[in-house]
């Protein structure tokens, strides 16, 4: 039997009710119609670093990768 892991995009939009930071991050994910919902959190930096996002934006995706892997996820 195969476990099928959520992508982290996917899981990161999934986060649109979170308060704070990560919350907002996911939210603004979630209306971008370019965001990488299949991509990792790498692919997801690099989205970011094109969109030439705000720095509070990078430092809620560190937090937010922080969450994600605290899951056993990566």
Do not use: C, N, Y
């Amino acid at each position: 039997m195969s476990v099928q892991i959520e992508q982290f995009g996917t899981w990161l939009i999934g986060q649109h009710g979170r308060p704070g930071w990560i919350g907002d991050l996911a939210r603004s994910a979630a209306s971008d119609r370019t965001f990488p919902r299949s991509g990792d959190s790498e692919k997801v930096r690099g989205h970011l670093t094109r969109i030439h996002a705000e720095a509070d934006m990078f430092e809620a995706l560190d937090d937010a990768e922080a969450l994600w892997f605290g899951f056993g996820r990566h």
